[in-house]
């Protein structure tokens, strides 16, 4: 997580861990929090869950206590030793070392029988972003996800249309996902602590999607291009990419801003310039 110092932190093994700024390291310690975590979750033993980032294993032992296989995606060697020590006698529970960012979820839904995933994580501030573009590529997978996160990333993920925090994140989102700011977590909930508050979020990938673009890297690249000069409007933000003819075809205010556009808004779009070809 980003701006956390190096400190160390004493695993369970008894040995000395420091966290290392380059991996976003900052480790959850309030009960509180886990035990409200762990209930927002509600995991079954016929679940498949996947845990990213589990750390020093805070929420692991009480995930893999309801029995279900639980893969887990440790970037650390130092944590995977640790991990892999901690759990060596449970068959359900698989450590890998890997980048997460590099992860097959095919591969690893298919170790579990085919069964959608359930993911959990804590997810390090500097890579949050590029984690949920990558699982979003495999939303099919993916029965529902709950995910701390920096507040402002999560308020980035479910705002509205007019909101500030509106933007090309939350609109991606919540194209895949039924998106949920569920509680706020303190920074002090944290060792070492971070500079920043976090929040719990829980996406849930729609069964029947809402609303279907025919081109999703359309219909990525015109929001991309809208919100890249968000206070243009819609006339002049769009230009490079349909003409004004095809833009007053539209059911579409031209003066608005892109904040003003709905998520149906920006398909509309998108399908019109999928049809020009």
Known sequence: MAGSK??????????????????????????????????????????????????????????????????????????????????????????????????????????????????????????????????????SLIKDMVFMLQLEVVQRMSAGVGDKNYGRLGIMLQYYCEVEHLFNVPSTAFTPQPKVNSAIVRLTPHEKPPIQAKDVECLQTVIRTAFNQRRKTLRNSMKTLLSAEQLSSLSLDSKLRPENLSLADFVLIADSISSQG
């Open 6 to 139: 190096h400190k160390s932190v004493r695993l369970s093994t008894g040995v000395s861990h420091r966290a290392r700024k380059r991996f976003g390291q900052n480790f959850l310690h309030d009960q509180s929090i886990i035990d409200r975590i762990i209930k927002s979750v509600n995991p079954k033993a016929e679940d498949h869950l996947l845990e990213i980032g589990p750390g020093q294993g805070a929420l692991t032992s009480q995930l893999a206590s309801v029995g279900a296989q639980l893969d887990c995606i440790e970037l650390d060697r130092d944590l995977v030793d640790h991990l892999s020590n901690e759990y060596q006698q449970q068959d359900h529970v698989c450590i890998h070392q890997q980048d997460i960012l590099k992860v097959d979820l095919q591969q690893i839904a298919e170790s579990g029988g085919n069964k959608k995933l359930r993911i959990i994580g804590n997810l390090p501030y500097n890579i949050s972003t590029p984690v949920l573009f990558h699982l979003l590529k495999n939303h």
